[in-house]
């Protein structure tokens, strides 16, 4: 396994790269190592006002920029992730642990966000409204809502910052971003292909330093009008309120806890070979990670022990290892919480299936694990594990595992599979999520929505969707 080289981090504000002299700093650690791998400037407040001040002037000058035009920059930049992919990639699997082959796609699938998103802005029409008298015309046009400030976490350091700076920058918006401070080097990566493409300075920052800090000072700015959120529901809790203040439009991507309902009808070694694959992958570090298994007692038993067999069996490693197929938690604190839950779950009569342990003491790997006979009362049955852990349920009939599904106040994804048509149409009516996937685990692509409801918040990126969420309507009454 050769090893790779890390980029050198910086600060991204008004067509300048920005180094760590003089200012604050943090460590970028590689979870599979638990060592070193860079050290990531902090913006200080001037730094903040700066990215800000370029926000407002680079906004007046983008939103002047015709969509053919703004298309043809996203498509370019699209190109050149395209191009870069494998550099990218590796850079992505250095600092948050998931699998090479993994990295590759959610680069490509970054890709995919800017390129569909340069034929969307092509799109973004108004209408005119018959009037009532002659010589009166009433148009609905629709405008770039203004600058954004956008925030996203380190478990998809390219897909999540490629909606928001792909359908910002489409709409007409400017945008400042701040990814997650483990996760840096992906989205600065994204940030120098656009800058190849020939977006204009100012349009973009990307900007680190401390999340609380850096969130309340950029909402709290009038330059601002609109942020953009995916991360836990406690903290969109708090964004929002921020947001609020300003009556600023905010779209929130937050927590989720997905029930999966399987049906006894199904072939249960086929499903289990599908629900382990999407469970594990990014070692469970997926906001629709599928999580609580409701499976029907006539297929129960053999699910839960093919699901536990293929989990068991698992190789898990180093991302760059091409043998391994899951990567470590991509921080220490993943493993307190596994360790935790997994214990709380054994308090509360839970059984092992498979797995319950942390993987050596270099890096932050846990075994692939899988719990059976799980109550209601056990915590992971309530609060979202995001790691390598499934909890699997018995559920006897269609009315109860609906109500169970659908106990928790979050509401991102769900999953049911049946090889019924009634119960396919029946389960997808009934789950309450903003993303259903019926018979299958796929929900995502980018010329689809993407948001939940209930606590798991509300607005959508991706699709058509996505890129309304940065424009708003004006109507124009003309005699």
Same mark, same amino acid.
């Given at each position: 396994?050769?090893?790779?080289?890390?980029?050198?981090?910086?600060?991204?504000?008004?067509?300048?790269?920005?180094?760590?002299?003089?200012?604050?700093?943090?460590?970028?650690?590689?979870?599979?190592?638990?060592?070193?791998?860079?050290?990531?400037?902090? %913006?200080?407040?001037?730094?903040?006002? &700066? #990215?800000?001040?370029? *926000?407002?002037?680079?906004? @007046?000058?983008?939103? /002047? =920029?015709?969509?053919?035009?703004?298309?043809?920059?996203?498509?370019? %930049?699209?190109?050149?992730?395209?191009? &870069? #992919?494998?550099?990218? *990639?590796?850079?992505?699997? @250095?600092?948050?642990? /998931? =699998?090479?082959?993994?990295?590759?796609?959610?680069?490509?699938?970054? %890709?995919?966000?800017?390129?569909?998103?340069?034929?969307?802005?092509?799109?973004?029409?108004?209408? @005119?409204?018959?009037?009532?008298?002659?010589?009166?015309?009433?148009?609905?046009?629709?405008?770039?809502?203004?600058?954004?400030?956008?925030?996203?976490?380190?478990?998809?350091?390219?897909?999540?910052?490629?909606?928001?700076?792909?359908?910002?920058?489409?709409?007409?918006?400017?945008?400042?971003?701040?990814?997650?401070?483990?996760?840096?080097?992906?989205?600065?990566?994204?940030?120098?292909?656009?800058?190849?493409?020939?977006?204009?300075?100012?349009?973009?920052?990307?900007?680190?330093?401390?999340?609380?800090?850096?969130?309340?000072?950029?909402?709290?700015?009038?330059?601002?009008?609109?942020?953009?959120?995916?991360?836990?529901?406690?903290?969109?809790?708090?964004?929002?309120?921020?947001?609020?203040?300003?009556?600023?439009?905010?779209?929130?991507?937050?927590?989720?806890?997905?029930?999966?309902?399987?049906?006894?009808?199904?072939?249960?070694?086929?499903?289990?070979?599908?629900?382990?694959?999407?469970?594990?992958?990014?070692?469970?570090?997926?906001?629709?990670?599928?999580?609580?298994?409701?499976?029907?007692?006539?297929?129960?038993?053999?699910?839960?022990?093919?699901?536990?067999?293929?989990?068991?069996?698992?190789?898990?490693?180093?991302?760059?290892?091409?043998?391994?197929?899951?990567?470590?938690?991509?921080?220490?604190?993943?493993?307190?919480?596994?360790?935790?839950?997994?214990?709380?779950?054994?308090?509360?009569?839970?059984?092992?299936?498979?797995?319950?342990?942390?993987?050596?003491?270099?890096?932050?790997?846990?075994?692939?694990?899988?719990?059976?006979?799980?109550?209601?009362?056990?915590?992971?049955?309530?609060?979202?594990?995001?790691?390598?852990?499934?909890?699997?349920?018995?559920?006897?009939?269609?009315?109860?595992?609906?109500?169970?599904?659908?106990?928790?106040?979050?509401?991102?994804?769900?999953?049911?599979?049946?090889?019924?048509?009634?119960?396919?149409?029946?389960?997808?009516?009934?789950?309450?999520?903003?993303?259903?996937?019926?018979?299958?685990?796929?929900?995502?692509?980018?010329?689809?929505?993407?948001?939940?409801?209930?606590?798991?918040?509300?607005?959508?990126?991706?699709?058509?969707?996505?890129?309304?969420?940065?424009?708003?309507?004006?109507?124009?009454?003309?005699?």
């Amino acid at each position: 396994m050769a090893t790779a080289q890390y980029d050198k981090l910086h600060l991204y504000i008004d067509g300048e790269w920005l180094g760590a002299s003089g200012r604050k700093t943090g460590n970028v650690v590689n979870p599979a190592t638990g060592e070193t791998i860079g050290t990531l400037p902090h %913006a200080s407040k001037a730094d903040l006002d &700066r #990215a800000l001040d370029a *926000a407002q002037r680079g906004f @007046l000058a983008w939103r /002047k =920029t015709s969509p053919n035009e703004r298309a043809k920059v996203l498509r370019k %930049a699209g190109e050149l992730f395209r191009e &870069r #992919a494998d550099h990218i *990639a590796t850079q992505m699997t @250095l600092e948050e642990g /998931k =699998t090479l082959a993994e990295s590759k796609m959610e680069v490509l699938g970054s %890709a995919e966000i800017f390129e569909w998103m340069a034929e969307e802005c092509r799109r973004s029409y108004g209408r @005119l409204v018959p009037s009532r008298s002659a010589g009166h015309r009433q148009m609905v046009v629709r405008e770039p809502v203004g600058p954004v400030a956008a925030f996203s976490p380190w478990n998809f350091p390219a897909v999540t910052p490629a909606r928001k700076i792909a359908a910002s920058l489409a709409a007409g918006c400017s945008c400042i971003i701040k990814p997650a401070e483990e996760t840096p080097a992906t989205a600065l990566a994204m940030a120098k292909c656009l800058e190849d493409a020939g977006l204009p300075k100012g349009v973009l920052s990307v900007v680190f330093g401390v999340p609380s800090e850096v969130s309340t000072y950029l909402i709290a700015s009038p330059v601002i009008r609109k942020i953009s959120f995916t991360g836990s529901t406690v903290v969109g809790k708090h964004l929002a309120k921020l947001a609020a203040d300003g009556v600023k439009r905010a779209t929130l991507e937050l927590g989720g806890h997905a029930p999966v309902v399987i049906f006894d009808d199904v072939d249960a070694e086929s499903v289990a070979k599908m629900a382990v694959a999407a469970k594990y992958r990014n070692a469970g570090q997926v906001c629709i990670s599928p999580t609580r298994f409701y499976v029907q007692e006539n297929v129960h038993d053999r699910f839960v022990a093919k699901f536990a067999e293929l989990a068991a069996a698992m190789p898990v490693g180093d991302g760059m290892d091409a043998k391994s197929k899951m990567g470590p938690l991509a921080n220490a604190r993943r493993i307190d919480a596994m360790e935790q839950m997994i214990g709380d779950a054994r308090d509360h009569g839970a059984k092992v299936a498979t797995g319950g342990e942390r993987i050596g003491n270099a890096g932050y790997f846990w075994q692939p694990t899988v719990l059976s006979e799980v109550g209601n009362d056990a915590k992971i049955m309530n609060v979202e594990p995001f790691g390598p852990v499934a909890a699997m349920v018995r559920f006897k009939k269609f009315d109860e595992v609906v109500e169970e599904a659908n106990r928790l106040p979050y509401g991102l994804a769900a999953y049911a599979f049946t090889s019924s048509a009634t119960n396919a149409q029946a389960i997808g009516d009934a789950l309450d999520s903003g993303l259903v996937g019926v018979n299958t685990f796929g929900v995502t692509v980018p010329e689809t929505p993407f948001g939940g409801v209930k606590e798991s918040g509300y607005g959508s990126e991706g699709g058509s969707e996505g890129l309304d969420a940065y424009l708003q309507t004006k109507f124009i009454s003309q005699m």
